[in-house]
């Protein structure tokens, strides 16, 4: 095919053209309306953006006050109560402002424990998962003194949580305060001087339940350790608690489980 | 836009509405289609109408803006898989006419429906050279490319259509 076939072929191709029924003010009208409307797409995003940039440029303007440092602020302490040996004519007035830094815990010491709770947890409970280990601030609380890890995994079950608390000697806690809020058995006496608290916390007409286990430690420290036969996050039961008491009694009386 | 401008437009529209619809058909084969691709190509020049720097070749940037708009269409989804099953509209047939002669009629029919399988930029150059009978410099800049690749591509355009061509031929002769 040459290329005069191909001209005549092209000019051939729009024989059968139909008839054009253009209207070039229909076209102008509509080519206006897509300006204008154009136009106010602009104006609209233009005073959107002018809006946001004054709405987060003018804290910045008028918020001309010093900056206050929280860590080196004066914290707000409670004391301890003193015990009944003392008189009360010695007793001092509390100090409600303690101008001190609450003693906290390094970060080498979570790692640590991090990496401990992963392995003797995993060892403990087999088939369990470890995906993420927490550590809660506990507000009011001393945390070279007390210090809570969260463990979160995963089972064959589903997901779910233990808690971990690491009491030092000076927390002093007693076998008044683990009971408290659940219900315990009769503790179980070890033969280095230190002893097993159990306790099972119900609450009426929920079918959520806790199991706790508390090692009493002869250096004083406690180790507590709790499971749930529900996922705290969600709150999708399960048909047991994640862990037995066997295995929260492995974990509360690992001696790894210590920062002292 | 000023009354002078906009008259302007109005009489380059009007003057050039129907040979942008031709060219728009031998781009996508259909009638329908050319005739929304010339009107999508008219609205487009009017927002660039107040640009008097191409003013003195109104038709060569028209024809750019027609190209594009066709190029853009085919790239939408929804165009690839289209699939017309609406009524045929109400044309004569020419080919029923049997005054017509038998080379018109293979002309109208192979090489418009050998075009239609040409590759886009290939069939848009060939479209351009030899139904307008633009030079490969206005093509190019119609293109939004160099000389060298006109002529390359209208070198494969041709190559493409003859066989194309000659492909729709052989199914025609096995079909008789």
Redesign the interface.
């Given at each position: 095919m040459s290329e005069a076939d191909l001209r005549e072929g092209l000019r051939a191709a729009i024989g059968d053209e139909p008839p054009l029924n253009f209207d070039a003010e229909e076209l102008i009208q509509r080519a206006e309306h897509v300006r204008k409307r154009r136009r106010a797409l602009v104006a609209v995003a233009v005073a959107t953006l002018a809006l946001t940039g004054t709405v987060l440029s003018l804290p910045g303007v008028f918020d001309q006050r010093p900056g206050i440092d929280v860590g080196q602020a004066p914290v707000l302490t409670i004391t301890a109560s003193p015990s009944p040996s003392q008189q009360p004519a010695t007793m001092e007035p509390p100090s409600l402002l303690k101008e001190t830094r609450p003693t906290t815990v390094p970060a080498g010491v979570r790692t640590v424990l991090s990496e401990v709770l992963t392995k003797q947890f995993v060892d403990v409970v087999p088939g369990a998962k470890v995906v993420e280990i927490d550590f809660a601030d506990v507000l009011g609380q001393d945390q070279a003194a007390h210090l809570v890890a969260i463990v979160r995994f995963v089972d064959g079950v589903g997901p779910s949580e233990a808690v971990v608390e690491l009491n030092a000697p000076a927390q002093q806690v007693t076998r008044d305060q683990f009971c408290a809020v659940a219900k315990c058995d009769e503790p179980v006496r070890q033969d280095d001087g230190s002893h097993l608290e159990f306790a099972t916390v119900t609450n009426p007409g929920v079918a959520m339940m806790t199991y706790r286990v508390a090692h009493f430690r002869a250096d004083g420290s406690v180790v507590e350790v709790s499971a749930y036969n529900y996922d705290p996050m969600t709150g999708v039961l399960r048909a047991d608690v994640a862990v037995t008491t066997d295995q929260l009694v492995r974990l509360a009386t690992d001696p790894k489980l210590t920062m002292w | 836009m000023r009354k002078a401008e906009?008259q302007g437009?109005?009489e380059f529209?009007?003057s050039h509405?129907?040979s942008l619809?031709?060219t728009a058909?031998?781009f996508c084969g259909d009638?329908h289609m050319a005739?929304d691709l010339m009107?999508a190509s008219?609205?487009k020049l009017?927002?660039a109408w107040h640009r008097i720097e191409w003013r003195d070749n109104a038709s060569g940037y028209a024809r750019k803006v027609l190209l594009r708009t066709w190029l853009d269409e085919k790239r939408r989804p929804w165009r690839r898989v289209e699939q017309r099953d609406g009524e045929v509209?109400d044309?004569?047939?020419?080919a029923a006419d049997p005054e017509r002669s038998g080379e018109?009629l293979w002309?109208?029919d192979?090489?418009?429906a050998g075009?239609l399988r040409v590759p886009p930029r290939q069939r848009a150059v060939?479209?351009l050279r030899?139904?307008e009978?633009l030079p490969v410099s206005e093509v190019a800049v119609a293109m939004g490319c160099t000389e060298g690749t006109v002529k390359s591509q209208t070198a494969r355009g041709?190559v493409a259509?003859?066989a194309a061509?000659e492909e729709l031929e052989r199914g025609a002769v096995v079909a008789s």
């Amino acid at each position: 095919m040459s290329e005069a076939d191909l001209r005549e072929g092209l000019r051939a191709a729009i024989g059968d053209e139909p008839p054009l029924n253009f209207d070039a003010e229909e076209l102008i009208q509509r080519a206006e309306h897509v300006r204008k409307r154009r136009r106010a797409l602009v104006a609209v995003a233009v005073a959107t953006l002018a809006l946001t940039g004054t709405v987060l440029s003018l804290p910045g303007v008028f918020d001309q006050r010093p900056g206050i440092d929280v860590g080196q602020a004066p914290v707000l302490t409670i004391t301890a109560s003193p015990s009944p040996s003392q008189q009360p004519a010695t007793m001092e007035p509390p100090s409600l402002l303690k101008e001190t830094r609450p003693t906290t815990v390094p970060a080498g010491v979570r790692t640590v424990l991090s990496e401990v709770l992963t392995k003797q947890f995993v060892d403990v409970v087999p088939g369990a998962k470890v995906v993420e280990i927490d550590f809660a601030d506990v507000l009011g609380q001393d945390q070279a003194a007390h210090l809570v890890a969260i463990v979160r995994f995963v089972d064959g079950v589903g997901p779910s949580e233990a808690v971990v608390e690491l009491n030092a000697p000076a927390q002093q806690v007693t076998r008044d305060q683990f009971c408290a809020v659940a219900k315990c058995d009769e503790p179980v006496r070890q033969d280095d001087g230190s002893h097993l608290e159990f306790a099972t916390v119900t609450n009426p007409g929920v079918a959520m339940m806790t199991y706790r286990v508390a090692h009493f430690r002869a250096d004083g420290s406690v180790v507590e350790v709790s499971a749930y036969n529900y996922d705290p996050m969600t709150g999708v039961l399960r048909a047991d608690v994640a862990v037995t008491t066997d295995q929260l009694v492995r974990l509360a009386t690992d001696p790894k489980l210590t920062m002292w | 836009m000023r009354k002078a401008e906009e008259q302007g437009f109005r009489e380059f529209a009007v003057s050039h509405a129907a040979s942008l619809r031709r060219t728009a058909y031998l781009f996508c084969g259909d009638w329908h289609m050319a005739e929304d691709l010339m009107q999508a190509s008219l609205l487009k020049l009017y927002q660039a109408w107040h640009r008097i720097e191409w003013r003195d070749n109104a038709s060569g940037y028209a024809r750019k803006v027609l190209l594009r708009t066709w190029l853009d269409e085919k790239r939408r989804p929804w165009r690839r898989v289209e699939q017309r099953d609406g009524e045929v509209p109400d044309v004569a047939d020419s080919a029923a006419d049997p005054e017509r002669s038998g080379e018109r009629l293979w002309a109208r029919d192979l090489v418009h429906a050998g075009l239609l399988r040409v590759p886009p930029r290939q069939r848009a150059v060939l479209v351009l050279r030899y139904f307008e009978d633009l030079p490969v410099s206005e093509v190019a800049v119609a293109m939004g490319c160099t000389e060298g690749t006109v002529k390359s591509q209208t070198a494969r355009g041709l190559v493409a259509l003859r066989a194309a061509v000659e492909e729709l031929e052989r199914g025609a002769v096995v079909a008789s």
